[in-house]
């Protein structure tokens, strides 16, 4: 009776150690996963730190940066001068800004600034 109780206890026990390296291996997993992510988040936000600081000096803008409203590019129009934001048919655009003619300042997914004509936007 003893060996079939000892047998009995220790089989199951093997089972669930095996099952918990197991367990390990995929927490393990998702902690890399977890990392993974921090780290490119941190990367995008660097980016786009450096992004909001070349915007502000081309732009001389000196405001705090506020969205105004969300628009949809109708159609691609790439950029011809430095401060022209390229765009392409489908893209959602953040207004920053508006000016005094024809264009405002919008900001892409990417986190890049410029000009964009309000021609070129659908707004919802």
């Not at 909001?52 to 950029?79: G, H, L, W």
């Not at 011809?80 to 953040?94: F, H, S």
């Amino acid at each position: 009776r003893e060996k079939d109780e000892k047998s009995r206890t220790w089989m199951p026990k093997f089972l669930m150690v095996k099952e918990d390296k197991e367990r390990r291996k995929s927490s393990d997993d998702l902690e890399r996963n977890i990392f993974k992510f921090k780290k490119n988040n941190a990367e995008k936000i660097k980016r786009m730190e450096k992004e909001e600081k070349i915007f502000r000096e081309t732009f001389m803008y000196d405001k705090e940066i506020n969205v105004v409203s969300t628009a949809i590019a109708e159609c691609s129009v790439p950029s011809t001068r430095r401060v022209d934001l390229p765009i392409t048919a489908g893209e959602q655009l953040e207004v920053i800004d508006a000016t005094e003619g024809t264009a405002v300042i919008c900001r892409n997914s990417e986190g890049r600034y410029g000009y964009v004509l309000v021609e070129h936007l659908n707004f919802r």
